[in-house]
Protein backbone atom coordinates (compact mmCIF):
# COMPACT_ATOMS: atom_id res chain seq x y z
CA UNK A 1 0.00 0.00 0.00
CA UNK A 2 0.92 3.24 -0.42
CA UNK A 3 1.25 6.03 2.16
CA UNK A 4 -1.97 7.76 1.01
CA UNK A 5 -3.72 4.25 0.79
CA UNK A 6 -2.56 3.72 4.89
CA UNK A 7 -3.16 6.85 5.52
CA UNK A 8 -6.89 6.61 4.23
CA UNK A 9 -7.15 3.04 6.09
CA UNK A 10 -6.51 3.82 9.23
CA UNK A 11 -8.70 7.02 8.99
CA UNK A 12 -11.35 4.49 7.76
CA UNK A 13 -10.97 1.63 10.50
CA UNK A 14 -10.98 4.85 13.04
CA UNK A 15 -14.72 5.69 11.93
CA UNK A 16 -17.28 3.70 13.25
CA UNK A 17 -20.10 3.79 11.15
CA UNK A 18 -23.46 3.92 12.45
CA UNK A 19 -27.05 3.19 11.46
CA UNK A 20 -27.55 6.95 10.47
CA UNK A 21 -24.04 6.93 8.56
CA UNK A 22 -25.39 3.86 6.39
CA UNK A 23 -28.52 5.61 6.20
CA UNK A 24 -26.90 8.80 4.78
CA UNK A 25 -24.54 6.52 2.38
CA UNK A 26 -27.80 4.67 1.13
CA UNK A 27 -29.62 7.64 0.09
CA UNK A 28 -26.31 9.43 -1.46
CA UNK A 29 -25.74 6.44 -2.91
CA UNK A 30 -28.61 6.56 -4.90
CA UNK A 31 -28.87 10.05 -5.64
CA UNK A 32 -25.58 12.54 -4.62
CA UNK A 33 -28.37 16.18 -5.96
CA UNK A 34 -29.95 15.27 -2.59
CA UNK A 35 -30.94 18.67 -0.73
CA UNK A 36 -29.67 18.64 3.09
CA UNK A 37 -33.19 19.42 3.75
CA UNK A 38 -34.57 16.09 2.15
CA UNK A 39 -31.69 14.14 3.92
CA UNK A 40 -32.51 15.25 7.18
CA UNK A 41 -36.00 14.18 6.87
CA UNK A 42 -35.33 10.89 5.38
CA UNK A 43 -32.50 9.99 7.95
CA UNK A 44 -34.30 11.38 10.78
CA UNK A 45 -30.71 14.19 11.92
CA UNK A 46 -30.41 17.46 12.43
CA UNK A 47 -28.99 19.55 10.06
CA UNK A 48 -26.05 20.30 11.94
CA UNK A 49 -25.41 16.32 12.76
CA UNK A 50 -26.08 15.60 9.15
CA UNK A 51 -23.42 17.80 7.79
CA UNK A 52 -20.61 16.89 10.43
CA UNK A 53 -21.30 13.21 9.80
CA UNK A 54 -21.32 13.92 6.00
CA UNK A 55 -18.11 15.60 6.33
CA UNK A 56 -16.49 13.41 8.54
CA UNK A 57 -17.23 10.71 6.22
CA UNK A 58 -15.47 12.83 3.65
CA UNK A 59 -12.16 13.26 5.70
CA UNK A 60 -11.82 9.80 6.42
CA UNK A 61 -12.39 9.04 2.74
CA UNK A 62 -15.48 6.30 3.28
CA UNK A 63 -17.28 9.91 0.65
CA UNK A 64 -14.47 9.54 -2.34
CA UNK A 65 -16.41 12.30 -4.10
CA UNK A 66 -19.69 13.12 -6.31
CA UNK A 67 -19.96 12.13 -9.60
CA UNK A 68 -22.65 12.35 -12.62
CA UNK A 69 -23.77 8.74 -14.06
CA UNK A 70 -23.98 8.91 -17.51
CA UNK A 71 -25.92 6.79 -19.99
CA UNK A 72 -23.32 5.09 -22.14
CA UNK A 73 -25.98 5.07 -25.22
CA UNK A 74 -26.74 8.70 -25.18
CA UNK A 75 -23.03 9.65 -25.73
CA UNK A 76 -22.29 7.18 -28.58
CA UNK A 77 -20.40 4.35 -26.47
CA UNK A 78 -23.04 1.29 -25.97
CA UNK A 79 -20.71 -1.48 -26.21
CA UNK A 80 -19.23 -2.94 -22.76
CA UNK A 81 -16.70 -5.16 -23.52
CA UNK A 82 -14.39 -7.23 -20.44
CA UNK A 83 -11.09 -7.98 -21.59
CA UNK A 84 -8.87 -10.64 -20.32
CA UNK A 85 -5.13 -10.03 -19.92
CA UNK A 86 -2.15 -12.85 -19.38
CA UNK A 87 1.44 -11.45 -19.67
CA UNK A 88 4.68 -13.27 -19.30
CA UNK A 89 5.95 -10.58 -17.48
CA UNK A 90 5.49 -9.31 -13.87
CA UNK A 91 8.73 -6.80 -13.96
CA UNK A 92 8.60 -3.52 -12.61
CA UNK A 93 9.01 -1.60 -15.73
CA UNK A 94 6.04 -3.70 -17.90
CA UNK A 95 3.67 -3.21 -15.13
CA UNK A 96 4.67 0.79 -15.38
CA UNK A 97 4.09 0.70 -19.02
CA UNK A 98 0.84 -0.97 -18.69
CA UNK A 99 -0.75 1.27 -16.14
CA UNK A 100 0.60 4.73 -18.28
CA UNK A 101 -1.26 2.69 -21.21
CA UNK A 102 -4.31 2.28 -19.09
CA UNK A 103 -4.42 5.50 -17.58
CA UNK A 104 -3.58 6.95 -21.54
CA UNK A 105 -6.97 4.95 -22.95
CA UNK A 106 -9.95 6.49 -22.23
CA UNK A 107 -12.23 3.97 -23.24
CA UNK A 108 -10.88 1.80 -20.14
CA UNK A 109 -13.30 3.00 -17.68
CA UNK A 110 -12.07 -0.37 -15.32
CA UNK A 111 -8.72 -2.03 -14.92
CA UNK A 112 -8.21 -4.95 -11.82
CA UNK A 113 -5.04 -6.91 -11.25
CA UNK A 114 -6.26 -10.72 -10.36
CA UNK A 115 -5.65 -13.63 -8.64
CA UNK A 116 -6.09 -17.23 -10.72
CA UNK A 117 -5.51 -17.67 -14.42
CA UNK A 118 -5.65 -14.29 -15.75
CA UNK A 119 -3.69 -11.44 -14.77
CA UNK A 120 -5.99 -8.21 -15.44
CA UNK A 121 -9.36 -7.39 -16.44
CA UNK A 122 -10.11 -4.31 -17.79
CA UNK A 123 -13.98 -2.69 -18.26
CA UNK A 124 -14.38 -0.96 -21.59
CA UNK A 125 -16.79 1.14 -23.39
CA UNK A 126 -16.68 1.40 -27.23
CA UNK A 127 -19.32 2.33 -29.93
CA UNK A 128 -18.92 -0.72 -31.36
CA UNK A 129 -16.32 -3.93 -32.77
CA UNK A 130 -14.31 -1.81 -34.96
CA UNK A 131 -14.31 0.81 -31.89
CA UNK A 132 -13.30 -2.48 -29.97
CA UNK A 133 -10.72 -2.93 -32.88
CA UNK A 134 -9.22 0.22 -32.72
CA UNK A 135 -9.11 0.16 -28.70
CA UNK A 136 -7.37 -3.25 -29.05
CA UNK A 137 -4.55 -2.15 -31.52
CA UNK A 138 -4.06 1.16 -29.58
CA UNK A 139 -3.32 -1.32 -26.27
CA UNK A 140 -1.22 -3.86 -27.55
CA UNK A 141 0.97 -1.27 -29.74
CA UNK A 142 1.94 0.57 -26.09
CA UNK A 143 2.71 -2.55 -24.46
CA UNK A 144 3.54 -6.11 -24.59
CA UNK A 145 0.40 -8.81 -24.12
CA UNK A 146 0.97 -12.30 -24.28
CA UNK A 147 -2.65 -13.48 -24.29
CA UNK A 148 -5.90 -10.86 -24.93
CA UNK A 149 -9.29 -11.81 -25.53
CA UNK A 150 -12.65 -10.15 -25.04
CA UNK A 151 -16.31 -10.90 -23.63
CA UNK A 152 -19.17 -8.71 -25.52
CA UNK A 153 -21.99 -7.29 -22.96
CA UNK A 154 -25.36 -8.90 -24.58
CA UNK A 155 -27.37 -7.26 -21.56
CA UNK A 156 -26.93 -5.48 -18.59
CA UNK A 157 -28.95 -7.57 -15.81
CA UNK A 158 -27.59 -5.66 -12.97
CA UNK A 159 -25.46 -2.54 -12.93
CA UNK A 160 -24.78 -0.15 -9.93
CA UNK A 161 -22.17 2.01 -8.50
CA UNK A 162 -24.36 1.59 -4.99
CA UNK A 163 -22.14 -0.51 -2.47
CA UNK A 164 -23.85 -2.86 -0.21
CA UNK A 165 -23.84 -1.30 3.23
Not at 64 to 91: E, K, N, Q, W, Y
Not at 122 to 139: E, K, P, S
Request: glycine letters at 4%; hydrophobic letters at 50%.
Amino acid sequence: MEFEEILRYNLFMKVNLDTFDHSILSFLQQDATISMDKLVDVVHLSRNACWRRIKAMEAAGVIRGRVTLVDPVAIGCPLLVFVMIRTHSHDPKWLKDFEQAVASIPDIIGAHRMSGDLDYVLRVRVADVAGYDAFYQRLISQVPIADISASFVMDDLKDTTALPL
